[in-house]
């Protein structure tokens, strides 16, 4: 059977989208991959329809629909669903506008900036029969799918401790001294915590929350300490103890230890020498997962009979010879990788194909519960943004 051809919408023009929109252009067979087919029909910028032209030819999808307003962008009818990139300060008042425009959603993390935006989203898209979901891409790879199928498996035994950290050293008082950088920005829902920290708990929830029965899954107790960056105010470092509450006949209560920092590095020589960033350790052996968080490549197990197991997780792509070039920032993939934003690309088409309204390793539920989480730590950091930004009305202009 001929794969379903599903037409993206990407709303944005932004590194990310770019990355994204890079990795669609890879053959899904390529990662075993056959029910689906991705195709861009359109990209809106919101400073220009020539920006949206110029973003398509870069991301090699000159045949594609430019838009120089989001308003009319969701109105194409050729679109199936849009994949969202703008800051998180902007999530809830641009899927609000794709899901009345009546358009299945794809939106990057940090899913919205608190718990009361997602679950608006939420009720809107279920009113609307849309799919929705949170594009934190890490969930879907194949690394994260064998982790947690280490863990459900019981390899390592009962997991009783996590360990997660996605930290990068970028002086900020060099480089974001006049505060307008999205990282520290708080009119774009700046700092560590919602643009790294989710990569943290990620971990925490996909190894501690995600892996038990859903009858037994319930949010975990925040103790947060965050420290501010003296420019903007937004959080520069914020450190997490999670207490996830279990029944005893699953072992009691776990604990989990979420960092992140824009001050300090996980891997400050960048060459994976400084060990693992999340350690989720059982009582018969560990996995190790090694930096970056967002995109890691690498695993090792250590069982308490001394196996130790390392694996790579090489991410695919049309390979060496392709010309084929893609990454984030400046971190540029060997040629014929594809970067790894294929992986949730690949389960919101075949959701789509199949009917089902959210993701299958990160539903709607999780989301706002990590949403939750955050607004805990950020109450507890004394860390809150803008009215505008916070707001539940919409429209809002920002």
């Given amino acids: 059977m001929a794969p379903k051809e599903i037409r993206w919408g990407i709303l944005a023009t932004g590194g990310i989208a770019q990355t994204f929109t890079k990795d669609l252009t890879v053959d899904p067979t390529t990662r075993g991959v056959t029910k689906v087919k991705h195709v861009v029909v359109a990209a809106a910028s919101s400073s220009s329809k020539k920006r949206a032209e110029d973003f398509l030819k870069e991301c090699n999808w000159p045949n594609a629909k430019a838009y120089g307003s989001y308003e009319d962008f969701v ?7 849009i994949y969202i990139a703008t800051p998180h300060s902007h999530h ?3 899927a609000m506008l794709c899901l009345e425009a009546g358009k299945n959603v794809l939106c990057e993390k940090a899913f919205t900036v608190n718990a009361a935006q997602a679950k608006k989203l939420v009720e809107k898209a279920r009113e609307k029969n849309l799919f929705l979901m949170e594009a934190v891409w890490t969930r879907w790879f194949p690394l994260s799918i064998y982790v947690r199928e280490q863990i459900t498996s019981g390899r390592i035994g009962t997991v009783y401790r996590v360990q997660a950290d996605l930290s990068m050293a970028d002086d900020p008082d060099k480089t974001y001294a006049d505060g307008k950088n999205r990282m520290v920005n ?4 700046g700092g560590a915590q919602l643009d790294l920290g989710i990569y943290a708990l990620t971990w925490c929830f996909q190894t501690l929350y995600h892996t038990q029965p ?3 899954r319930k949010p975990p107790k925040v103790q947060a300490a965050m420290k501010h960056f003296s420019v903007t105010g937004s959080d520069e470092s914020t450190t997490v103890l999670l207490t996830f509450p279990r029944s005893e006949k699953l072992g009691g209560d776990a604990h989990a230890v979420a960092m992140s920092s824009i001050r300090v590095a996980t891997d400050p020589a960048k060459k994976n020498v400084a060990g693992p960033a999340i350690r989720i350790q059982g009582d018969k052996g560990e996995i190790q997962v090694f930096p970056p968080a967002f995109r890691p490549l690498d695993t090792r197990v250590i069982l308490s009979d001394g196996t130790v197991e390392d694996k790579h997780w090489a991410q695919p792509g049309p390979g060496k010879g392709s010309g084929f070039y893609n990454g984030f920032g400046e971190t540029i993939q060997p040629e014929g990788e594809g970067q790894g934003m294929f992986w949730e690309a690949d389960e919101a088409a075949v959701a789509i194909l199949e ?9 709607l539920e999780e989301s706002i519960v990590i949403m939750e989480t955050m607004d805990e730590i950020r109450k507890q950091g004394g860390l809150k943004y803008p009215d505008k ?3 539940l009305n919409y429209p809002v202009a920002l």
Avoid at 75 to 81: F, G, L, M, R, S
Avoid at 186 to 189: G, I, K, N, Q, R
């Fill in 355 to 363: 009917g089902r309204k959210e993701g299958s390793f990160l539903g």
């Fill in 92 to 94: 809830y008042q641009n």
């Fill in 186 to 189: 708080m009119d774009l829902a």
């Fill in 389 to 391: 930004i916070e707001t």
């Fill in 214 to 216: 859903a009858s037994e």
């Fill in 75 to 81: 109105k194409d009818p050729n679109i199936d669903v």
